[in-house]
């Protein structure tokens, strides 16, 4: 019982405190009460959402207006992501990238849904798996390579799909392709592209690996 207790002790004690803002938010995850902590997951799903390709139009960092976060998720190459996000339309992080990252491990352990934020600006993107399992979204995207999101998972206020099917996000980040097939619309997305830190956490230096 005491085991038990100990977990929401920590929280209500660290959320009693007046620490300054980066020691806490590093201590509750280290302490595991991130998770509630988090806010509520975005909403999804709807029609696609078309963009403009002024979207990608040229920016201070290539099509966005910054680098890539200095602290990206499941141990994601950070010049990759960036060379990837903010100086590319067309190509892709290798097939099978993902699973050489902490990713597969992360994902599957996770109680509920993960959601995956933009890598340059920390806006969520998708959110996963909704509508399915995680080995149903673990076993589509190992068939193709790619993690792969469906139009229940995408929220369509910071992503958008350009005519030749290029996915990128409000902010100019470029995320992948729309590759429709049988069952609708696939969005076949690089990781480093949705490996961010939630914006907030971003700013103090926290890196949410668990999400």
Same mark, same amino acid.
């Given at each position: 019982?005491?085991?038990?207790?100990?977990?929401?002790?920590?929280?209500?004690?660290?959320?009693?405190?007046?620490?300054?803002?980066?020691?806490?938010?590093?201590?509750?995850?280290? *302490?595991?009460? /991130? !998770?509630?902590? #988090?806010?509520?997951?975005?909403? +999804?799903?709807?029609?696609? =959402?078309? @963009?403009?390709?002024?979207?990608?139009?040229?920016?201070?960092?290539?099509?966005?207006?910054?680098?890539?976060?200095?602290?990206?998720?499941?141990?994601?190459?950070?010049?990759?992501?960036?060379?990837?996000?903010?100086?590319?339309?067309?190509?892709?992080?290798?097939?099978?990238?993902?699973?050489?990252? *902490?990713?597969? /491990? !992360?994902?599957? #352990?996770?109680?509920?849904?993960? +959601?995956?934020?933009?890598? =340059?600006? @920390?806006?969520?993107?998708?959110?996963?798996?909704?509508?399915?399992?995680?080995?149903?979204?673990?076993?589509?995207?190992?068939?193709?390579?790619?993690?792969?999101?469906?139009?229940?998972?995408?929220?369509?206020?910071?992503?958008?799909?350009?005519?030749?099917?290029?996915?990128?996000?409000?902010?100019? *980040?470029?995320?992948?392709?729309?590759?429709?097939?049988?069952?609708?619309?696939?969005?076949?997305?690089?990781?480093?592209?949705?490996?961010?830190?939630?914006?907030?956490?971003?700013?103090?230096?926290?890196?949410?690996?668990?999400?």
């Amino acid at each position: 019982m005491a085991r038990t207790l100990l977990p929401i002790l920590a929280c209500t004690s660290l959320a009693g405190r007046r620490a300054p803002r980066l020691r806490r938010a590093a201590t509750l995850v280290a *302490t595991g009460c /991130a !998770a509630s902590a #988090a806010t509520a997951q975005p909403a +999804t799903g709807g029609a696609l =959402v078309r @963009g403009d390709d002024s979207l990608m139009a040229p920016k201070a960092h290539g099509t966005t207006s910054t680098p890539v976060q200095e602290r990206l998720r499941w141990d994601v190459d950070r010049a990759t992501a960036d060379r990837i996000c903010s100086y590319n339309r067309h190509y892709a992080e290798y097939a099978g990238y993902y699973k050489r990252t *902490t990713f597969i /491990a !992360a994902f599957s #352990a996770a109680e509920g849904e993960t +959601t995956f934020y933009d890598s =340059v600006s @920390g806006k969520p993107l998708f959110v996963a798996p909704r509508g399915r399992t995680h080995d149903a979204f673990l076993a589509e995207s190992s068939a193709h390579g790619w993690p792969s999101f469906r139009d229940e998972e995408c929220v369509w206020d910071n992503l958008r799909i350009l005519d030749d099917g290029e996915a990128v996000s409000v902010d100019g *980040t470029h995320l992948g392709h729309n590759l429709p097939d049988s069952k609708g619309n696939r969005y076949c997305i690089n990781l480093v592209s949705v490996a961010g830190t939630p914006v907030d956490e971003a700013a103090a230096g926290v890196t949410r690996s668990e999400l």
